[in-house]
């Protein structure tokens, strides 16, 4: 008895896919196309023989002639599916000059279909042959209809991501949206696009220009403002009153809540405070707000406000995704355990840090952890409940080393955390800020030439490390030594780092101790202002004492004891200069 071969089951699956493909396709019309002649369901034998032979080539091990029968066979049927397949074919053999032949073919027999010129284009980009590509990218665009235009729009820069000549990329997709640049309904988009790609492309000015013609076109559109937000920075001024502009009428939520955020990052804290408060009045349901107002709150001491926002956030979670529920709910949890803990209330700490379900927010729930039994007099115990947690990574035995160092150095065992330090810094020296952590617990155990020794290390190593300028520089104006050099140390930290306050703090305290009372007093009040903050408001009470305005100065340090009672520059100041505000 002879035995009949056997197919093998993958080339059959493949086959029944290529044929209920292309039957699919043959039942409606592809896209706006009309409908390719269907594939009969009675197809001849040749063609049957064809599929066949083409998919068992395709799974035994030669693709290349499985590519060229399942393609003969797209070209002599018109379907969309054999088209497709044969891109697949060339694509699983990691051949893209086939997969882009076949693609050239499928848009040729079918010019109406959009998922051929995807196809196209995608192949074309993953080729990087980015000066191809402005047709099918017209094209694109030509094929999505009116009301997904915009859409269509957003969706081209990560299309784009790949491309290594991001210039060219940048230029070509400008080309090819030059219809939908002058299109009122369409150019606030299309502008910010062509933004998105010059910044991809390192062209910040070029990004902000198309920023601005974007919101020029439609000025309540939300991308030019978007683009406008992530170009934020000193060194682009005109970004930010984009973002203001957007904002003075009905803005989405999330974009005033980046701007917030933005403006925390920069240490604006007291404006991203009005932005927070803002969003909260305009939108109360809007929980992320709250959280971040909340968190701010924190930061400041203002703890019943605080306490009220993280509280409404919880409130709201419930209607977030379980994921992000539970890492929000972590963080307004932790930081309403910072709050019971700083209210000595201890039991209310624990029942917080208890209700966190995130397992990434373990490091951070078992520090907090730790710190009350460290308030408690068991420090030891809380040193072994953060080495206790697990260490998956690299990063996680980071998080735990510099977890108990701050532990150590909350209460003030500063050999302890330096020796810690120490260690680490031996088995990675080219961690700075670890380096940076070292020179500042040597500083706190009275020894400044080792904090001078790694502060130069640091520098010398990276030199736009703005911290290191700044503390070395605060710390000479502090010990009354070096001066002309400690300001020059602050001045270049504050060309590092525009703004920050704390380094204006520094270089207001190095203007008093060179004399300069007056130039200080406009320096200190100015960071005040900008950041309300307890070693701010020790400088600048002492400046203002010595200057005679006793009373400005009390009502000075009542407001940094408010802020953080436990400050050691306030208390030193307060100490030295027998006050009792």
Do not use: C
């Not at 393609?71 to 697949?88: C, H």
């Not at 993953?126 to 099918?136: F, G, K, Q, Y």
């Not at 940094?560 to 520059?569: I, S, Y």
């Amino acid at each position: 008895m002879v035995r009949m071969k056997r197919f093998p089951r993958l080339a059959i699956a493949a086959l029944a896919a290529s044929l209920m493909a292309a039957h699919a396709h043959a039942q409606a019309p592809v896209d706006s196309a009309p409908a390719a002649p269907p594939l009969n369901s009675e197809m001849d034998a040749e063609l049957f023989y064809q599929l066949l032979l083409g998919e068992l080539n395709a799974s035994g091990g030669e693709p290349g002639a499985g590519y060229s029968l399942i393609l003969d066979a797209a070209r002599k049927t018109g379907e969309s599916g054999l088209y497709q397949r044969a891109v697949d074919i060339a694509l699983q053999g990691r051949s893209g000059e086939a997969a882009l032949q076949a693609a050239r073919a499928w848009t040729q027999a079918l010019p109406a279909s959009r998922e051929a010129n995807r196809y196209l284009l995608q192949i074309l980009i993953a080729l990087n042959r980015i000066s191809d590509t402005v047709e099918p990218l017209r094209n694109e665009l030509a094929l999505t209809s009116p009301k997904d235009r915009n859409l269509a729009l957003s969706a081209i820069p990560r299309a784009y991501a790949r491309a290594t000549d991001k210039r060219m990329a940048a230029s070509v997709v400008e080309q090819a949206l030059a219809q939908e640049l002058d299109n009122p309904a369409t150019g606030a988009a299309a502008w910010t696009t062509v933004g998105r790609m010059r910044l991809a492309a390192a062209d910040t000015a070029g990004a902000l220009q198309a920023a601005r013609r974007g919101q020029a076109m439609d000025p309540r559109a939300e991308g030019p403002a978007l683009l406008a937000l992530e170009l934020m920075d000193p060194k682009v001024p005109l970004a930010e009153p984009m973002v203001r502009k957007y904002l003075e009428d009905r803005p989405v939520p999330e974009l005033r809540l980046g701007y917030a955020r933005a403006l925390i990052d920069a240490q604006r804290y007291e404006e991203a405070g009005r932005q927070l408060q803002t969003l909260t009045r305009e939108k109360p349901d809007f929980a992320e707000a709250w959280l971040a107002l909340g968190t701010l709150q924190v930061q400041g001491n203002q703890h019943d406000n605080a306490e009220a926002s993280l509280k409404r956030y919880v409130e709201q979670a419930q209607a977030h995704s379980p994921q992000e529920r539970s890492r929000g709910l972590a963080q307004a949890y932790l930081s309403l355990a910072q709050i019971a803990e700083k209210r000595g209330n201890y039991g209310a700490a624990e029942a917080w840090l208890n209700r966190i379900e995130d397992a990434q927010a373990l490091v951070s729930a078992q520090s907090r952890r730790a710190s009350l039994m460290a308030r408690q007099g068991k420090l030891d115990q809380g040193r072994q409940l953060i080495r206790s947690l697990p260490e998956r990574s690299p990063a996680d035995a980071r998080m735990k080393l510099m977890a108990e160092v701050q532990l150590l150095r909350d209460h003030k065992q500063y050999q302890s955390a330096y020796d810690l330090l120490a260690e680490a810094v031996a088995r990675d020296s080219g961690d700075t800020d670890l380096v940076y952590d070292q020179a500042m617990l040597a500083e706190k155990l009275g020894n400044p030439g080792e904090m001078e020794r790694l502060l130069r290390r640091l520098i010398s190593a990276k030199p736009d490390y703005h911290h290191a300028y700044n503390a070395l520089g605060y710390s000479l104006a502090d010990r009354n030594v070096r001066l002309s050099e400690a300001k020059l140390l602050i001045q270049k930290a504050l060309e590092l780092a525009p703004g920050d306050p704390f380094i204006s703090d520094s270089l207001g305290w190095v203007e008093f101790r060179l004399g300069n009372k007056a130039e200080a007093l406009r320096i200190l009040d100015d960071a005040y202002k900008s950041r309300p903050d307890a070693e701010i408001a020790a400088h600048l009470g002492e400046v203002l004492w010595s200057l005679g305005q006793r009373d400005r100065a009390i009502a000075i340090w009542k407001e940094g004891l408010l802020l953080n009672a436990e400050n050691e520059t306030l208390q030193d100041a307060l100490k030295r200069l027998r006050v009792k505000p």
